[in-house]
């Protein structure tokens, strides 16, 4: 059982940068693929970013490359996602999830077995 915190959302004009956290339990933190997904009002849940198990790996979904950055200690349990140059598109709860398996890289959310409570991110223009 894992349970996902997130944290370090809010109100941010368009240009300017947030960094989420995402805070796990348990000690079995580095097997898990962890990923970052948002939902927009009245749009479907999409994939934001994953990173793999030891942090060597990443993938990020077309609209944030460049832009967002996720990161991760092992040793504090912890998950980040570092957004610059946010865009009122970038508007939405987001959510951290983790996956467990050796597949590579995760980004259906149906492979995601443990999900945050989310964080809402609100890009002004």
């Known amino acids: 059982q894992v349970q996902l915190v997130e944290s370090g959302g809010g109100l941010v004009q368009a240009g300017g940068s947030l960094r989420l956290s995402c805070a796990a339990s348990g000690r079995t933190f580095r097997t898990y693929v962890m990923g970052w997904f948002r939902q927009a009002p009245g749009k479907e849940r999409e994939f934001v970013a994953a990173?793999?198990?030891?942090?060597?790996?990443?993938d990020y979904a077309d609209s944030v490359k460049g832009r967002f950055t996720i990161s991760r200690d092992n040793a504090k349990n912890t998950v980040y996602l570092q957004m610059n140059s946010l865009k009122p598109e970038d508007t939405a709860v987001y959510y951290c999830a983790a996956s467990y398996g050796s597949r590579w890289p995760v980004t259906n959310g149906y492979e995601y077995k443990y999900w945050g409570q989310g964080t809402q991110v609100t890009v002004s223009s």
């Open positions: 990173i793999s198990w030891s942090g060597d790996s990443t």
